[in-house]
């Protein structure tokens, strides 16, 4: 642990935290599933023409066209028809255009979770079969960010800084920065305050926090799942059945011919 006294109360807040989130753990899906096949808005799209000669049995057709339509996309519509069309190619081919298409979903997704969803079944559709790799850190880095933790905790706010900037600490600041109280911007601007010296950290369910979180990073990928929860919050598992295209692509490949605007099972 970094340097510090640990007070009993903290001592028990810690083990109420960790308690808590056993307690609290659930295993819910967050996978690509339960969406129909979407149909794009975009009737009088600039797309019309390319979209009309896409055919199946060419599926890395969808896959170029959907790279084009993202670079030059400028409406919502146009974002959703590239990722309609993305998904068209991993569902045509997915062996062969599976991760690339699924890449390229997670590369125009427009939120954390759309992303963290996309670049699972990336690895999943690729053979890799890695739906979520527990947090780690390199030792040093840990290190570093432990400091830093104990030196905000005492009030030390200019140590803290310079530990930040030692072995790549204030990246890992980045990735725990959300489970801090307020963040890891507001960690930083309350080490700038108190750079000066000043009053340290009084706030016990604080102190624990910090406390739990080094002792998640230092348990690495053995820790106990309360104190996963530490690190990366209550976020359920991601699940993701690649048996079924419609839930995983979100488009259905029985509907990949676009004909009058919108796509159909017509030829």
Not at 100 to 113: E, F, R
Not at 141 to 161: D, M, P, T
Not at 217 to 223: A, C, I, V, W, Y
């Amino acid at each position: 642990m970094a340097t510090g006294t640990m007070t009993k109360s903290a001592r028990s807040t810690i083990r109420r935290l960790t308690a808590s989130a056993l307690l609290s753990l659930t295993v819910l899906s967050l996978g690509l599933g339960g969406f129909a096949a979407r149909t794009s808005p975009a009737a009088d799209t600039r797309w019309n023409a390319r979209l009309a000669k896409l055919d199946p049995v060419r599926p890395m057709d969808y896959l170029e066209l959907g790279e084009e339509v993202a670079d030059a996309a400028n409406s919502e519509a146009e974002r959703q028809l590239a990722g309609e069309l993305f998904g068209f190619a991993g569902a045509l081919d997915s062996a062969r255009l599976g991760r690339s298409a699924m890449l390229a979903l997670a590369s125009i997704a427009q939120t954390p979770q759309e992303k963290a969803r996309a670049t699972a079944a990336a690895e999943l559709v690729g053979g890799r079969g890695a739906i979520r790799r527990g947090l780690t850190a390199e030792p040093a880095q840990l290190e570093a960010l432990a400091r830093a933790i104990s030196f905000h905790r005492r009030g030390e706010g200019r140590k803290a800084l310079n530990a930040l900037k030692q072995d790549n600490a204030d990246a890992l600041l980045e990735l725990v920065g959300e489970r801090l109280a307020g963040g890891a911007d507001v960690f930083r601007e309350e080490c700038k305050a108190t750079r000066a010296g000043g009053a340290g950290v009084t706030d016990e369910d604080i102190i624990a926090n910090g406390l739990l979180i080094e002792l998640a990073l230092r348990s690495g990928e053995s820790r106990a799942p309360g104190l996963d929860l530490a690190l990366q919050g209550d976020e359920p598992l991601i699940e993701i059945d690649l048996s079924d295209p419609v839930s995983t692509w979100r488009v259905d490949p029985s509907r990949a011919w676009w004909r009058e605007g919108k796509w159909s099972e017509s030829r």
